[in-house]
């Protein structure tokens, strides 16, 4: 056990709380991993802090633009898709989305098991043509890539459908998405209504997300995770070490 004197609240500037309160645990947590005396750090503190502490102590995988963070989304089909970004990158151009699927295809394959994962781009059609400049040229990037199975563009009426295992968006988007998804849920739960499907909706069981993208395995949880989602999130952390998500991540962009 490692005391630490300072404390980076909620409402901090994450770069700045980070470079001034060295003592705090976050500051900590992420040395100890720096110096590789932790296999993954995890935390449900300042969310922004631990992006800085991510980018700037472990840093990103060389060639990676932009490390990102997804969310798992249950299938109607009882398995799992996931969204990236959900709030990372609030404005992405057409190589960082593709990126991001790359990143994700292989978080899907090696964490959650999910074979030759289909990936698809969140837009609002179909069709290649649809969406804005940034959408349109991320479709023509992806549309004959071997990096990963795309499979075209998702609208947001199938998120939750098998007709993809990844979808690919901003994080400006994937967050409104993610939220939205979290208050559909809360609405179940204030009129008592229970139902096998919408309860995997509940954030405790998942916990924490991985940023993806970095040099190392960071774990980012729920500001309000009670001690179930903490005990899921270190869960997950397990899983992503054990599958050696970071140097899978590390040999596709050597």
């Known amino acids: ?21 060295p003592n705090s645990s976050l500051a900590l947590g992420f040395f100890m991993l720096k110096e590789g ?9 300042n969310t922004g802090a631990m992006l800085v502490g991510s980018m700037f102590t472990v840093k990103s995988v060389s060639g990676v633009i932009r490390p990102c963070i997804t969310s798992v989304l249950p299938k109607e089909n009882g398995g799992v898709g996931l969204v990236l970004d959900v709030g990372t990158n609030a404005d992405c151009k057409p190589d960082v989305l593709y990126q ?4 994700g295809s292989l978080y899907a394959e090696h964490v959650h098991n999910i074979k030759n994962p289909k990936v698809a781009l969140l837009n609002i059609g179909e ?12 479709h023509q990037l992806m549309k004959d890539t071997k990096d990963f199975n795309f499979v075209g563009n998702i609208e947001g009426r199938d998120i939750f459908s098998d007709h993809c295992d990844v979808i ?8 409104v998405l993610l939220k939205e998804a979290e208050a559909f849920y809360t609405l179940i739960k204030k009129r008592g209504l229970s139902d096998a499907y919408f309860d995997r909706f509940n954030y405790e069981n998942y916990g924490g997300t ?7 395995t960071v774990m980012i949880g729920h500001g309000i995770s009670n001690n179930i989602a903490v005990k899921n999130m270190l869960l997950l952390a397990k899983d992503v070490v054990e599958a050696n998500l970071t140097d899978k991540i590390k040999q596709v962009f050597s």
Not at 210 to 216: D, E, K, M, R, Y
């Open 1 to 21: 056990m490692l005391h630490a004197s300072e404390v980076i609240a909620m409402g901090e500037h994450p770069t700045k709380a980070f470079s001034q309160k």
């Open 168 to 175: 690919v968006c901003d994080g400006f988007t994937g967050n």
């Open 100 to 103: 991001f699927a790359v990143l």
């Open 127 to 138: 069709e290649p043509e649809k969406g804005n400049l940034v959408a349109q040229a991320a």
């Open 37 to 45: 005396k932790l296999n993954a750090f995890a935390s449900n503190g």
């Open 210 to 216: 991985p940023v993806l993208g970095i040099n190392s």
